[in-house]
């Protein structure tokens, strides 16, 4: 291994300030808002397994947006969105969740590498899609970003308490008469939403990591909702700001470093938990 891919850059200040990174930033803080938020939800709704599932169902959307010369996240985005709307509708209970995430999962999973197989293009784009560039991220995917933030906070401040009650306790909240099944497809929707922002970022294997480790870091830390979602999205956005200093400083794929400093906060934060239980 060539020892000079990790040396230091001494010119990593002047990296730091070009477009490319500017964008790479703003970009990181809109995803630490949706992520850190919808985090402490998926947990909440023990729907980590389908919050995984739908960065992958997206996959053959991607590379079947390549294959036809769409945009990649077009196609991301409409087969995740299929995807949720699935599992929302087919899972109504958490057990029911897993069977029908698991189904949707295997058939998404077997047609993106069909169609990646179908095209050398798509094959090529393999690499960003499953680990994303953060760093090639445009002005226009940063305004999307934006507008998806927006849209985001105000459907969760219509549907915060119904949502929050049928995550805590999906039998009560059903008795008292909330909508469980609506909400359960609004909830997997959003998360569609998420994903797709996210995705082209930190790609489909490593979304996971951006989701739920913070949120479960924050449950550790946080005892109340609302401060939970705070200190999710605040490990969030100091997961990828942190990850985007140091791969300028060393350079080094920016989403390894930003799962690695993601994964570091949870196991400090259990550590201290075990002990104080001692």
């Known amino acids: ?14 990296t730091l300030n070009a477009p490319f990174m500017t964008n790479a930033f703003l970009a990181g803080l809109c995803i630490a808002l949706a992520a850190g938020v919808m985090g402490y939800f998926t947990i909440a709704r023990h729907s980590t397994f389908a919050a995984h599932a739908l960065a992958h169902i997206g996959l053959p959307g991607a590379t079947g947006a390549v294959l ?43 047609l993106g590498l069909f169609f990646a197989r179908m095209s050398s293009s798509a094959s090529q784009q393999m690499q960003s899609i499953l680990f994303g560039s953060i760093l090639t991220i445009t002005d226009g995917q940063i305004i999307g970003f934006a507008i998806f933030d927006v849209l985001l906070l105000a459907v ?21 008469g909330v ?10 929707t ?18 996971f990591a951006l989701v739920i480790t913070p949120a479960a870091t924050a449950n550790i830390i946080a005892r109340s909702p609302f401060k939970a979602m705070v200190v999710a999205t605040v490990i969030c956005l100091i997961s990828i700001w942190g990850g985007l200093v140091i791969s300028a400083m060393f ?28």
């Open 1 to 14: 291994m060539d020892g000079a891919v990790f040396a230091f850059d001494p010119d990593w200040v002047s």
């Open 68 to 110: 036809l010369g769409l945009p990649v996240s077009a196609g991301l985005g409409v087969f995740a969105l299929g995807g949720a709307l699935v599992i929302g509708a087919l899972g109504k209970k958490a057990s029911q969740r897993e069977i029908a995430t698991g189904t949707v999962l295997a058939f998404a999973t077997g």
């Open 156 to 176: 969760l401040a219509v549907i915060y308490r119904p949502l929050l009650f049928s995550s805590l306790d999906e039998q009560v909240a059903q008795a008292k």
């Open 179 to 188: 909508p469980v099944g609506f909400m359960n497809i609004c909830f997997m």
């Open 190 to 207: 959003i998360m569609a939403g998420v994903i797709t922002i996210a995705v082209p970022a930190v790609g489909t294997l490593l979304i």
């Open 251 to 278: 350079p080094a794929p920016p989403s390894f470093i930003i799962v690695t400093i993601s994964t570091l906060f949870w196991a400090v934060a259990k550590a201290i938990e075990s002990f104080k239980r001692k």
